[in-house]
């Protein structure tokens, strides 16, 4: 196997991640109707079965970096894949709605826990000229993940007397795939160093991602930690800079309004005027659009830089989600609304989508960057949460024009973040990076 193909195979185990996070995220769409009906649940206990798992996936973002730090990235990917594996088998042969519930929460964690370990695992072991594209295939397999459980759920609709057991259950098989992969990679060369101060462990990683490079490296993360004030503390004030960065990238690429259209896409185009099937099959091609733009910022990142890709992307989000905003407050929707909807979704997959998980994962030092990448993930699934429950709320109470157009001030904001703010990280060495976000 060459270097390359190396790395690429412990980078897509990885983000083996975040297929079952994004499979596990859109499988419940296609059982939560069966399973209202099956344990007659009240509109409160219905709503909680649909939303458990995301408050795991909180919890899971808020907590999955202390895993990460005491037992290294390898061990906490390896324990995250058991959760997704009980998780599918539990849920698909639950006797009753507490243990269905249970489980549920269990894929939630391993959600939100595999948000922090997998796109810092692949960033510590990725060489800086293809790091950007590396970890956006966690970002890739996510959006890839909710295709396929959509296209899954679709197959399985009449499979055995219930069906949605099967939805539910298949996820064990990329599960299991997952799990035995996992236990084929190496550990991340910085915690080996950083945090056992195995130096010859460390060093034949290194020396497998890039031998050329490789006592460069580990000179560059052996002098980070020296010239390190020493504190492993995030809020001890000194990491002020990247916590900023962070919590402020996490926060628009939520307030943009993106889980709200994905999640009610089909209630978004029948607010347009769309029939419930034009609506439905609408809700695909959202999908569909996700991935391709995704893909294609996967391939730019490396060369064109995070910055480049935002500013297009922030350019274009304002201009969707005030022509959208326009198109509610003048009642003229015609086909526009859901093809500017899809422009939307391209320049959103082509920016803030592909470019989250790379950033968060490359601006935090060594020291804190498991500490970091929980706080970016955590803050990015608290707003998904909030924007998710209060959107239908919003769109009724004060109308769709004004829900698009605070969408819209929002990017108008992000645009002046980027331009005022975020710093370039392509090419650049992770310990490299550290030295300009302190300096930026």
């Given at each position: ?30 059982v ?28 899971g ?28 088998l ?18 939630g ?138 919590v ?9 309004g ?16 769309l ?54 407050y003048t ?6 609304v859901?093809?500017l ?31 970091g ?68």
């Amino acid at each position: 196997m060459s270097q390359q193909q190396r790395i690429f195979f412990w980078s897509i185990t990885a983000a083996l991640g975040g297929f079952l996070f994004g499979f596990d995220t859109a499988v419940i769409s296609g059982v939560e109707q069966s399973l209202q009906s099956l344990w007659h649940l009240s509109v409160w206990e219905h709503g909680l079965t649909v939303s458990i798992a995301l408050i795991g996936t909180v919890i899971g973002s808020m907590t999955g970096g202390i895993p990460a730090e005491a037992l290294g990235r390898k061990k906490t990917l390896f324990w995250i894949a058991i959760l997704y594996l009980a998780a599918s088998l539990g849920t698909a042969l639950a006797p009753n709605w507490p243990i269905f519930l249970m489980f549920r929460f269990l894929g939630g964690l391993g959600v939100g826990a595999s948000s922090v370990a997998a796109p810092m695992y692949i960033t510590e072991i990725s060489p800086a000229k293809s790091r950007g594209k590396l970890v956006g295939l966690f970002q890739f397999n996510v959006v890839f993940g909710i295709l396929i459980a959509y296209l899954s759920n679709f197959l399985l609709a009449d499979a055995g007397a219930e069906p949605w057991r099967w939805m539910l259950g298949v996820q064990a098989l990329p599960s299991v795939i997952f799990l035995v992969a996992v236990l084929n990679i190496p550990e991340s060369p910085r915690w080996l160093l950083l945090r056992k101060g195995a130096e010859a462990e460390a060093r034949t990683v290194l020396d497998m991602i890039d031998p050329a490079t490789a006592e460069q490296t580990f000179a560059a993360i052996q002098q980070s930690s020296h010239q390190s004030t020493g504190s492993t503390r995030l809020f001890s004030g000194q990491y002020n800079t990247p916590i900023m960065l962070a919590v402020l990238f996490a926060v628009f690429n939520q307030v943009s309004g993106i889980n709200a259209i994905i999640y009610y896409a089909p209630r978004i185009f029948e607010m347009t005027g769309l029939g419930k099937n034009s609506a439905l099959l609408s809700s695909a091609g959202v999908g569909l659009i996700n991935l391709i733009f995704t893909l294609i910022s996967m391939n730019l990142i490396d060369r064109y830089g995070r910055r480049t890709l935002m500013k297009i992307g922030s350019v274009g989000l304002i201009i969707t989600l005030g022509l959208v905003a326009r198109a509610f407050y003048t009642e003229d929707f015609g086909m526009t609304v859901p093809i500017l909807l899809f422009c939307y979704i391209a320049f959103f997959g082509f920016s803030q989508g592909a470019v989250i998980w790379v950033f968060i994962s490359e601006i935090f030092p060594n020291e804190v960057r498991a500490s970091g990448q929980a706080l970016g993930s955590f803050t990015h699934w608290l707003m998904a949460a909030i924007i998710t429950f209060a959107f239908p709320y919003l769109s009724e109470r004060f109308g769709g024009g004004n829900t698009f157009l605070f969408f819209a001030i929002m990017m108008v904001l992000q645009l002046l973040f980027v331009l005022r703010l975020m710093p370039e990280t392509k090419g650049t060495s992770l310990e490299k990076i550290e030295r300009t976000v302190f300096n930026h």
